[in-house]
């Protein structure tokens, strides 16, 4: 059933229900949305007041999202602080690492397990050798066992004085201790070189190369 409505010079029909009387016909036949007390519509207000009541409803039904998003922000929070708080604390200089030594030979000098050795090329006595080498800082070569294997094979066909001299009937190296090695020391001079893969001795005063050695020291 429908009802006839006049609206300033025109005239519509409104369908009957039960909230004709709370609308009014449009001018081309429909029935418009009732107003609200502000003049806004009424679907409008409803429409609101549920994106109102939208996000209470869906942190209530989401306990476990809403729980993990709240640590997330804290989170962010904190570390927000920790960033402002190391950038504006005092920044203290760097104190450049002490440089660690280096231990080494000098120019012209063959190292091995810490020790220095020097080949001459020019030739003196036993003592004019002794006293050459005290001013390179080191002795006439005092040798290890690995130490004689080094120079023998360093020697080529050159025989050199060595720090190992006759003192009555034994050998004494220059630092005072016994001689004590596997390898021979043929004649028995004062003074004792390098030959071959073994050792001679000879008269101090005869003129040949030498070797010296020292402890390797910081470069």
């Not at 009424?42 to 409803?57: D, Q, V």
């Not at 002490?98 to 080949?119: I, M, R």
């Not at 070569?141 to 003192?167: H, P, S, T």
Request: charged letters at 20%; a neutral charge; one cysteine or more.
């Amino acid at each position: 059933m429908a009802t006839w409505h006049k609206q300033g010079d025109a005239t519509c029909e409104c369908a009957v229900s039960e909230d004709v009387e709370n609308g009014f016909c449009s001018s081309a036949g429909s029935v418009r949305e009732p107003l609200g007390p502000q003049g806004t519509s009424a679907t409008g207000n409803e429409h609101k007041r549920i994106l109102r009541r939208f996000p209470g409803e869906w942190f209530s039904s989401h306990p476990v999202l809403t729980a993990v998003l709240i640590l997330l922000l804290l989170v962010l929070v904190l570390a927000l602080g920790v960033a402002l708080a190391v950038q504006s604390a005092p920044q203290v200089p760097v104190t450049p690492a002490t440089p660690q030594l280096v231990l080494g030979c000098p120019h012209g000098w063959v190292g091995s397990n810490g020790v220095c050795y020097y080949l001459s090329r020019d030739s003196r006595s036993w003592e004019q050798a002794q006293e050459r080498c005290s001013e390179l800082g080191a002795s006439l070569a005092i040798l290890k066992d690995e130490a004689m294997d080094l120079l023998f094979r360093l020697r080529g066909n050159v025989d050199y004085w060595i720090g190992l001299r006759r003192r009555g009937e034994r050998l004494h190296w220059g630092d005072g201790s016994s001689y004590s090695s596997r390898v021979p020391v043929l004649g028995n001079s004062q003074c004792v070189y390098l030959a071959d893969d073994k050792f001679r001795s000879e008269m101090c005063s005869n003129e040949r190369p030498y070797v010296c050695s020292k402890a390797q020291a910081a470069l």
